[in-house]
């Protein structure tokens, strides 16, 4: 051995998390775009490393949506915070009757978060878009000192192309709407609870998490006079109906025994005592849907791939009102829910 | 006195601080999205409370930007983390050479946060995007527990309309274009560093920050033949002239003392050892411009109100380069920064 070799610098360990110089616009902050990023993402509009991405004309509307995802655990049975930031955006698109195209995506960064944590999301947005083909385009990334931050918050704003003739909105509600709910809800809430609380089912309670344009698109081409959709997030089943009663001035009448919930959704419900129709979805919407048109409707979705059900119509008062017919045939209020169950759920 | 008095129910305070609750989806959310967000963002599409705002069609490309926001003070001397997320987006918009059109806001609140606070942020950045016509109209609010963000951070993405016809793109730099700077560089970073450290100068050192919009168009409209252009964020001026010269694959070369630098600037800076052509400025920009056309484009600059002028320029080799001509008359390497001088500076 060889004074030579003694006197060699050890190569450094490669970097192994994130550190305030990732933020810091400068060399370090180009490497990680590069080695996560843009080794992520494909678009040559990302690649340009330009302030923005240039988008072609379109003859239609647009709809441009956003969502900042701040989930606890990041990574969770049936998603992770990266499939979860595409879907959520890509899906407030889709409830504006509106294909997904582009995403944009800010990324908040705690300092210390482990890369190999951040490029598993990364690669898992990536998946997600090119699932839908939508485009992520441009981006930002922000580092936070330690205990500032949880981990990654990941802001998408998306934009999209109008595919409807007549907008789709809660003031186009009308008493004689049907509601349609596209699949048994509260699996998003459950799986979160269920991860957090160290809960153990017989089968594993997965998230619903998933994007919604293949089952919006077959809706909307189905030819129903479709008058406005809501996917159910915070607040689940229970929020999404008072909101649109309220902004309607309609009433809503929906029944308990048509509403599908998985058991174990239930069961989990009941061991915490939280509400499924409360809880949140992160792949599930409702539609309303003008009267005449909802066996046409049901039957889009169905051919979609849904598990979707006529769950109650429209009525004309009392006005903002949601009832619910339970499954002793007793008629209640459906409140939205007031505080918070669940926090970061999504 | 009356017991009927003693029993009375003492009328609960009104809620001044942000609570994890505000982020459920439920009635208290709603309630905060209405009595701050919709109070301070008049813009129709916004108060439709659909899950995104429909934007009508347009003829033209379109720009498509996003920045997230998590400074350090919020209120600082010259703006404010609202000001600065409005600015910041429709100067990346400016960039792309689109004029600022449709801006969606998502924030993420700490639990404990000042309503007060919020409400003035918010008031900030209405003001900020009726100053450039700019239409707020899409959000999202989440909340995080205490220790797990900062107050208040914001993404915000915007949708602009392109008025050039050729693409305004690093790649598009050639040698022999000038570099032209639209005013003195680093009074952004100075300022925070100022109020961070408690420093006081003779005269307040206040942050550049601003919108960049009507000087990008006074130099489009010139006739100038514009190559690009480039806001200078973190890293300052340092790092905006590394990524293009890297991005073009040319040498940029500049001389010092045609960098206008103000002398508190330039105080603070040598009190803490820092560079100020590394310093973050939120309210200057580099152009690069074809060779023939420095002098009209400069003029047109000057006529929008900049302290601009012409800093350098554009050399074949060697690639990737920035050579800086100091005060003594001797050339050297600008390097882009590497690490972090001044975290959460935007």
């Given at each position: 051995m060889t004074d030579f070799?003694?006197?060699?610098?050890?190569?450094?360990?490669?970097?192994?998390?994130?550190?305030?110089?990732?933020?810091?616009?400068?060399?370090?902050?180009?490497?990680?775009?590069?080695?996560?990023?843009?080794?992520?993402?494909?678009?040559?509009?990302?690649?340009?490393?330009?302030?923005?991405?240039?988008?072609e004309p379109c003859q239609d509307k647009l709809a441009f949506a956003t969502d900042s995802f701040v989930i606890r655990p990041i990574f969770f049975p049936g998603g992770d915070i990266g499939s979860l930031a595409v879907h959520g955006t890509a899906n407030d698109l889709a409830m504006c009757g509106a294909q997904p195209l582009y995403l944009s995506c800010g990324f908040i960064l705690e300092e210390g978060l482990d890369l190999e944590e951040l490029?598993?999301?990364?690669?898992?947005?990536?998946?997600?878009?090119?699932?839908?083909?939508?485009?992520?385009?441009?981006?930002d990334t922000k580092v936070v000192e330690r205990?500032?931050?949880?981990?990654?918050?990941?802001?998408?704003?998306?934009?999209?192309r109008v595919i409807t003739e007549n907008p789709i909105l809660p003031s186009r509600v009308r008493p004689g709407d049907a509601v349609l709910l596209s699949g048994d809800?509260?699996?998003?809430?459950?799986?979160?609870?269920?991860?957090?609380?160290?809960?153990?089912?017989?089968?594993?309670?997965?998230?619903?998490?998933?994007?919604?344009?293949?089952q919006v698109r077959a809706l909307l081409e189905s030819e129903s006079e479709i008058h406005c959709l809501r996917d159910l997030t915070r607040g689940g089943l229970a929020a999404a109906l008072n909101e649109i009663a309220e902004k309607s001035g309609c009433a809503v009448a929906v029944e308990e025994e048509l509403i599908a919930i998985m058991p174990e959704v239930e069961g989990a419900c009941e061991m915490f005592?939280?509400?499924?129709?409360?809880?949140?979805?992160?792949?599930?919407?409702?539609?309303?849907?003008?009267?005449?048109?909802?066996?046409?409707?049901?039957?889009?979705?169905?051919?979609?791939?849904?598990?979707?059900?006529?769950?109650?119509?429209?009525?004309?008062?009392?006005?903002?009102?949601?009832?619910?017919?339970?499954?002793?045939?007793?008629?209640?209020?459906?409140?939205a829910p007031s505080g918070e169950a669940l926090p970061r759920i999504c």
């Open positions: 070799k003694l006197s060699c610098p050890v190569p450094a360990a490669p970097q192994k998390t994130v550190t305030l110089g990732h933020g810091s616009g400068g060399l370090l902050m180009k490497k990680l775009i590069r080695d996560i990023f843009l080794a992520a993402f494909p678009d040559p509009a990302l690649h340009d490393e330009h302030d923005g991405a240039i988008l490029e598993k999301a990364a690669r898992s947005m990536a998946r997600a878009a090119d699932e839908i083909g939508l485009r992520i385009v441009t981006g205990g500032k931050g949880d981990k990654i918050y990941i802001n998408t704003a998306g934009v999209g809800v509260g699996a998003h809430g459950a799986a979160i609870l269920s991860v957090r609380e160290g809960l153990r089912f017989e089968t594993q309670l997965v998230s619903d998490a998933a994007h919604l344009w293949p005592g939280l509400d499924p129709l409360s809880l949140a979805c992160e792949g599930r919407f409702i539609a309303f849907v003008a009267n005449g048109y909802q066996e046409k409707a049901l039957a889009a979705l169905k051919g979609a791939g849904c598990a979707a059900a006529i769950i109650g119509k429209v009525l004309e008062s009392p006005a903002g009102e949601v009832r619910l017919k339970t499954h002793l045939g007793v008629e209640r209020i459906l409140d």
